[in-house]
């Protein structure tokens, strides 16, 4: 059984910094692409940012967070990060963090969420 478990969210102003963290656990053979969404009230779940496995680690960023928001990871950890700076209230949301894995007793990759952290931008 693989989870994602999210932390690090939590009540900021604007113009703060916030670093959330999503761990993988569970029988893992590899990790393909990690990223990270975000869900507002009555919108629906959009990509912040992403990160390959390939060597080099390519990223993109969703308009809205790019300059402002930084995603790695730490493939010795089955960990992904996502940086936030500059927060602004528009930044509101639940944010999930997305995986495909492969466990060791499948030959198939499948995608994996989190549960869900909460990231409030006080004005």
């Known amino acids: 059984q693989v989870q994602l478990v999210e932390s690090g969210g939590g009540l900021v102003q604007a113009g703060g910094s916030l670093r959330l963290s999503c761990a993988a656990s569970?029988?893992?053979?590899?990790?393909?692409?990690m990223s990270w969404y975000r869900q507002a009230p009555g919108k629906q779940r959009e990509l912040v940012a992403g990160?390959?496995?390939?060597?080099?680690?390519?990223?993109n960023y969703s308009d809205s967070v790019k300059g402002r928001f930084t995603i790695s990871r730490d493939n010795a950890k089955n960990t992904v990060y996502l940086q936030m700076n500059s927060l602004k209230p528009d930044d509101t949301a639940v944010y999930y963090c997305?995986?495909?894995?492969?466990?060791?007793?499948?030959?198939?990759?499948?995608?994996?969420w989190g549960q869900g952290t909460q990231v409030t931008v006080s004005s």
């Open positions: 997305n995986a495909v894995i492969r466990g060791h007793s499948s030959s198939i990759y499948y995608e994996y």
């Open positions: 569970g029988s893992i053979f590899r990790i393909n692409a």
């Open positions: 990160i390959s496995s390939g060597g080099g680690d390519s990223t």
